[in-house]
């Protein structure tokens, strides 16, 4: 079974930073684009952000500026950087491979609150 585990999440104050982590098995990690997504309670799970094999990024509009996904091919990991976080980025933060199929971390909860 495919496993991606992440770790890094946690209670963070409004305007903080913490960053994600999320290691692959390289089978999965040298061909499939990775991402993060997030699911908030009562919310669908949405997009955060990918980055293919070749470092091609795309971001949701609302974390643009403020967060940043990378890629260690050294180390067959993902990371998401955030900063300036906000309450409303409260959230499981799901990590992501995708390629024909979906593999799915079994997420980290992101708190942000005073």
């Known amino acids: 079974q495919v496993q991606l585990v992440e770790s890094g999440g946690g209670l963070v104050q409004p305007g903080g930073s913490l960053r994600l982590s999320c290691a692959a098995p390289i089978s999965i990690f040298r061909i499939y684009t990775m991402g993060w997504y997030r699911q908030a309670p009562g919310a669908q799970r949405e997009l955060v952000a990918t980055i293919t094999t070749v470092g091609s990024t795309n971001y949701a509009d609302s974390v643009k500026g403020r967060f940043t996904i990378s890629r260690d091919n050294a180390k067959n990991t993902v990371y998401l950087q955030m900063k300036s976080l906000k309450p409303e980025n409260t959230a499981v933060y799901y990590c992501?491979?995708?390629?024909?199929?979906?593999?799915w971390g079994q997420g980290t909860q992101v708190t942000v609150s005073s």
């Open positions: 992501n491979g995708r390629r024909v199929d979906n593999y």
